[in-house]
């Protein structure tokens, strides 16, 4: 029992506080500036939109693409940075307004095609052969206004297109059940996983799993990572805390409970998660209200609490454990797992 564990976050996380209801309140911080704060708090990996690494891609030739790609990757490796993904931002283009890979317009879902090829080929020339999809707009608003069997045929045939694109190229599908939209097509791990099944070639598909998606759905994040594990599907992970059903919140891993994070880090130790190179990805945001000089704290504190509850982890009793279990004594087990949560 013993995961091997490298962190990642995506300049994304980084952010200046603007949301629905307001603007930013926060200073840019300019992509290069970001690289730098990456080692200094503990993380060896980056995760990337593909915007991310070349802005106003779509104004580019896919050669001209390529290229800022690659210069971008001898930027990552001056910093002593891996890209450990890079994911389609398929949710901001006037053509992705109802969805790219399930947009009732033919010229839509070409668009989001022909992106998402251009994601793959950025990620070549980062050095990594992971995409990750959160399919944010591939849903509905009014349920009349797609056909569910469609859209899941779609889906599939858009990432065959990806996977017949590039031979090496593996996908992670990064379920979430609403918002932006009222429902998406494929909310939870297990729809992610059948998904992969339907795909032509299904060994290279996989999943992200994200606390906060995982919550939104009324699930337990760590469950999702037990039954993606069970597949060794678990590629990718996505730690944050969500407090109940409300607008995705990101907040900073195990902030509002302690014991569902923990148990998320404890699935993850059991089994050797990271023995394949896997990371862990941090998806969370600071609050608006942080000041700029402190506005990555969320980033360190979800570090410094993931290590904490490593640390409980494997102190734990384990032959106590398994007597309580034996002996179907699950007050005293559950007593043991709080005492041993109250310990500093
Ligand atoms: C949104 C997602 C998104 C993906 C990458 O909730 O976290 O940022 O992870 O496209
Ligand atoms: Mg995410």
Request: proline letters at 4%; hydrophobic letters at 35%; aromatic letters at 8%.
């Amino acid at each position: 029992m013993a995961g091997t564990f490298r962190f990642t976050f995506g300049p994304w996380n980084i952010h200046e506080g603007s949301d629905p209801f307001g603007p930013a309140v926060r200073n840019s911080i300019e992509f290069g500036k970001k690289l730098t704060l990456y080692k200094k708090m503990g993380f060896d990996g980056i995760q990337l939109h593909d915007d991310d690494a070349v802005p106003d891609m779509n104004d580019l030739t896919p050669e001209q693409i390529i290229k800022k790609a690659s210069d971008v990757k001898k930027v990552l490796d001056d910093h002593g940075l891996s890209a450990e993904f890079v994911a389609p931002r398929m949710w901001e283009d006037p053509r992705t307004i109802d969805g790219g890979y399930t947009s009732n317009d033919p010229d839509c879902r070409n668009y989001a095609i022909d992106r998402s090829k251009r994601t793959i080929d950025i990620a070549n020339a980062l050095g990594t052969d992971l995409v990750v999809l959160w399919l944010a707009r591939e849903g509905t608003y009014i349920r009349e206004s797609k056909d569910s069997k469609v859209a899941t045929e779609r889906i599939v045939f858009a990432i065959n297109q990806m996977l017949e694109y590039d031979p090496k190229i593996r996908i992670c599908i990064e379920p979430k059940p609403n918002e932006p939209l009222d429902h998406s097509y494929i909310p939870t791990t297990g729809h992610a996983l059948a998904l992969g099944l339907l795909c032509s070639d299904s060994k290279r598909i996989g999943v992200n799993i994200e606390s906060a998606h995982a919550i939104l759905a009324g699930l337990d994040p760590s469950d999702e990572m037990g039954y993606a594990l069970a597949f060794n599907k678990l590629w990718t992970v996505h730690l944050n805390d969500q407090n109940g059903l409300k607008f995705d919140q990101d907040k900073t891993f195990g902030s509002v409970d302690l014991r569902r994070a923990f148990n998320q880090v404890r699935i993850l130790d059991k089994h050797d998660y990271g023995k394949n190179g896997e990371w862990v990805g941090l998806d969370v945001k600071a609050m608006r209200t942080q000041k700029d000089h402190v506005a990555t704290k969320h980033l360190s504190n979800s570090l410094e609490i993931f290590f904490k509850l490593l640390e409980i982890s494997r102190s734990l009793n384990d032959e106590f454990i398994s007597a309580c279990t034996q002996e179907r004594d699950y007050e005293e087990l559950d007593l043991y797992i709080m005492k041993s949560l109250l310990k500093d």
